[in-house]
Structures are given as C-alpha cells and as structure tokens.
C-alpha cells in the first residue's frame, strides 16, 4: 500500500476509535442522568403527597382549605 494512503488509514482508524469512546462516554452519561431523573421524580412526587396529605391534616372540618384573608383585613 502506499504510504499516503497508509497513513490516511491510520489517521481515520484513530478518529473512529477516538468517536467510539465519546460515544460510549455520552451513552453512560446520558443513562446516568436518565437514572438521576427518574430518582429526582420519585422524590418529587413523594414530597408532593406528603404537602398533600399535610394540607388535608391541618384543614379544619367546615372551613374553606382555600387561602383566606386573615381577620385583620
């Protein structure tokens, strides 16, 4: 083979393998972050049914749960 075209080779094996490590590192960070999300929801979604449930606990029977003025108005 010649060497121009050799070395042309060499050049591009050395790139694909460089992409083919970048690739890899993005695919375990983007499942990284996947996983991370999922966790962030689940904490978020259990922080909003506890404020849920504290709301519904601190709600007098009778009175409006809404937002009220107080009596100084």
Known sequence: MKP????????LESRLAFQD???ETLNETVARQ???LL????QL?????????L????????ESSGHEVPPHY
Not at 4 to 11: F, H, K, M, S, V
């Open 34 to 36: 996947d996983r991370e």
């Open 21 to 23: 490590d970048t690739i």
């Open 39 to 42: 966790r962030i929801e689940l």
């Open 55 to 62: 709301a519904e606990s601190s709600s007098v029977p009778g």
């Open 4 to 11: 121009e075209i050799e070395a042309r080779l060499d050049e």
């Open 45 to 53: 979604k259990t922080l909003a049914d506890k404020l849920r449930d």
